[in-house]
């Protein structure tokens, strides 16, 4: 939807009802506005990925004409399956509510050294043994070294693996390193 700031980038709502009012001769649209990480009262954090908006409960009543387009605003998941990201797509895994500043859920899965939620922008390397994901820069490797690995254990998983008995990990019990890399985006 139109920002009345043209230098802005243009506001994301979700259409809840199209009411026509018949004195005025006007349609009009009951929206709930997402909020992009940027407009939080927390600010961005860097868990939050390009293409993040947040549900709010901030709803409002605005004029069919301040709608510009459509744009699609997934879940995280289907968000991750898509094959390219287009200029609309969007997703949302919080919704915020504004008064008090308050997420919903108020926890996010965490993962890495560095407990953040998971942002899709971001390379992530899984762990074949405890399963976590691992952004290249916290276990000391660029994007480039983390696609080119075979085999990924982490840090805690090694050290445990040392203890026992240094076993060598049977290659046909575990599968391909997993990496998570980040969309490849196409703009237009
Ligand atoms: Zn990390
Ligand atoms: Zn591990």
Known sequence: ??????????????????????????????????????????????????????????????????????????????????????EHDYYCRFEYKVHSAVYVPERADVYCLCNKAYNPDVLMVECEKCNDWFHSECIGMTDGEVKKLEHYFCSACSSRDEEVNGDEVDDDEVNDVEVAAPKRRRTG
């Open 1 to 86: 939807m139109r920002s009345p700031n043209s230098r802005k980038p243009s506001y994301v709502a979700l259409v809840e009802k199209i009411e026509l009012h018949v004195e005025k001769n006007e349609v009009k649209v009951r929206v709930l506005w997402y909020y992009r990480p940027n407009d939080l009262y927390h600010g961005r954090q860097n868990f939050y990925g390009e293409r993040e908006l947040l549900l709010s409960d901030r709803d409002d009543v605005q004029s069919v004409e301040t709608i510009e387009g459509k744009c699609i605003v997934h879940t995280l998941d289907d968000f991750m399956e898509l094959k390219c990201i287009r």
